[in-house]
């Protein structure tokens, strides 16, 4: 079967997970008061660990299971001992992008759009907002316990479950299918903010997709981009942590860097400059292994 007919069963299996995750959501809000009472947050970031694992881990499994036979070799989780310097570079390379992806969201939130279309902009924003501030109820909440589920629930099953569902299947279908994996991790990036449904956060979002996606497709192992991804995520719910139990009143996701036009600048320049040592890397062994 061609990378399109692979992909449509992918979208297949993703549109069954998510109404799987619509059944149980509701099952759970009825079980916990109905869904007139507005569920503790507790109960909403299980919810949400819940649906990830439906709508992308568990189709990118059945996936590989279904085409490749064998998850394992598929997605690449092995790491072998060439891959984990790469794989160390890889989150590094998170770090230093904070920086890039803190002044990308705040030009892309200044950003408007024709005044034909106001009221649908301010749907949006209005959405954005609302789904924002959800969020934050759940990293504010007190207590290290929370914080840990935080950590599990909005750090590291999404990282997992989306980095298996978008580079592990999408972009790996779309290499085949464009032969120029460039394109690729590009068209996947777009697909990956864009499913996030934030469209003043698109921007931000969609440059960290191409930085996971030339993780990925570099250090030729899923874990690597996983591990980028958890560290991107777990920066958040620590220092959400951190602020709500000092009371520094900081929004992670708007640092307010100093000068942040330069130090976005400085951030780009190194970002692109530890992805060529790990495109080098890869290359490198790439080579060893077939001579």
Request: hydrophobic content about 55%; overall charge neutral.
């Amino acid at each position: 079967m061609g990378p399109l007919g692979r992909l449509a069963f992918f979208l297949l299996f993703v549109g069954a997970g998510l109404l799987v995750a619509g059944i149980v959501t509701s099952i759970v809000l009825l079980g916990t008061g109905g869904v007139k009472e507005a569920p503790a947050a507790g109960q909403l970031i299980w919810i949400q660990g819940i649906s990830q694992l439906l709508m992308f881990l568990l189709p990118a499994l059945l996936f590989a299971w279904l085409f490749e036979g064998r998850a394992s070799t598929y997605f690449q989780t092995e790491i072998k001992q060439w891959q984990a310097f790469p794989v160390l570079l890889a989150i590094l390379l998170i770090i230093i992008a904070i920086p890039m992806i803190d002044f990308l969201t705040t030009w892309n939130e200044s950003l408007h759009l024709p005044e034909s279309m106001s009221q649908w902009e301010a749907s949006m924003r209005a959405k954005q907002v609302q789904s924002q501030e959800l969020m934050s109820g759940f990293l504010s909440l007190p207590g290290v316990g929370y914080m840990l589920l935080n950590l599990l629930m909005l750090a590291a099953i999404p990282a997992i479950c989306e980095e298996f569902g978008f580079r592990g299947v999408i972009q790996k279908t779309l290499v085949g299918w464009f032969r120029n994996p460039h394109v690729a991790i590009v068209v996947t990036a777009a697909v990956f903010s864009l499913t996030h449904f934030e469209m003043f956060y698109f921007v931000p979002r969609f440059v960290l997709g191409i930085c996971l996606g030339y993780i990925y497709y570099y250090t030729r192992t899923i874990w690597a981009s996983v591990l980028a991804h958890f560290t991107n995520n777990a920066i958040i719910v620590v220092m959400y942590y951190i602020s709500a139990s000092n009371g520094l009143g900081i929004d992670p996701q708007h640092l307010q860097i100093p000068h942040p036009a330069l130090f976005g600048a400085i951030s780009l320049i190194l970002t692109t400059i530890v992805i060529f040592f790990i495109a080098k890397i890869g290359a490198k062994n790439q080579k060893k292994s077939l001579d």
